[in-house]
Every structure is written in C-alpha cells, then in structure tokens.
C-alpha cells in the first residue's frame, strides 16, 4: 500500500519558518520525481516547488522562489519543504505529490497524493 504522509504544518507568525516532511512507505521515492502542491480557502490547487529524483533538476513556482527550498534525502524516502520569510498569503493545506522527473513541468500521479497538512500564518 502506497502511502505518503507530510507532516510539520502549524500555525506561525508572518516572517518566520516552518519546514514540511513527506515521507513514503510501499513506493520507493529515488524512481520519481517529487512535487509540493497547496490549496487555500477558495482557491484551486496550485503547484509550489517539483525536485527530480537525484535532486539535480528543481523548479519552484514565482511566488515561493528564493524563500521555499525543496530538497529530498532518498536514503530515507523522505522530501522536504523548507518554507522560510512565510506570508499571510502563505496560509494553505500543502500536498506533497510523487510524479514524472520534469519539475518545471512537473505532473503528479493521480495515485500518489498526501493527505495534506495545514500551514496557517498569521499576520
């Protein structure tokens, strides 16, 4: 059964840190190329960052770019979101997702989807 949990959510005051994991089980993470997504109130699910499976290739949506980093331990099975500088507008359910090894033009799997974890920022 493939399952990919994130974790490290919470609430936060704008300008600080927060860093999200994404570790999976029954799916080996170093085949594919990996993927944060967020969805906010209102809003459809937009694309924040994609890593390919070594790490060498990354693409990061404008408005995330030189504060979020992604990176990925495959030893672990395990990404990461690095969020720092957060903004009110910041405030989203994030999804980490397991797809192809174009993260500029990075598509998810349908099937390999995180249930989400909330990041709230205050202002």
């Known amino acids: 059964q493939v399952q990919l949990v994130e974790s490290g959510g919470g609430l936060v005051q704008a300008g600080n840190s927060l860093r999200l994991s994404c570790a999976a089980s029954?799916?080996?993470?170093?085949?594919?190329?990996m993927g944060w997504f967020r969805q906010a109130p209102g809003k459809e699910r937009e694309f924040v960052a994609a890593?390919?499976?070594?790490?060498?290739?990354?693409y990061y949506a404008d408005s995330v770019k030189d504060r979020f980093t992604i990176s990925r331990e495959n030893a672990k099975n395990t990404v990461y979101l690095q969020m720092n500088s957060l903004k009110h507008e910041d405030t989203a359910v994030y999804y980490c997702?397991?797809?192809?090894?174009?993260?500029?033009?990075?598509?998810?799997?349908?099937?390999?989807w995180g249930q989400g974890t909330q990041v709230t920022v205050s202002s």
């Open positions: 890593i390919n499976w070594n790490g060498g290739s990354i």
């Open positions: 029954g799916l080996p993470l170093s085949s594919y190329g």
């Open positions: 997702a397991a797809g192809d090894n174009s993260p500029r033009y990075f598509k998810p799997y349908s099937a390999y």
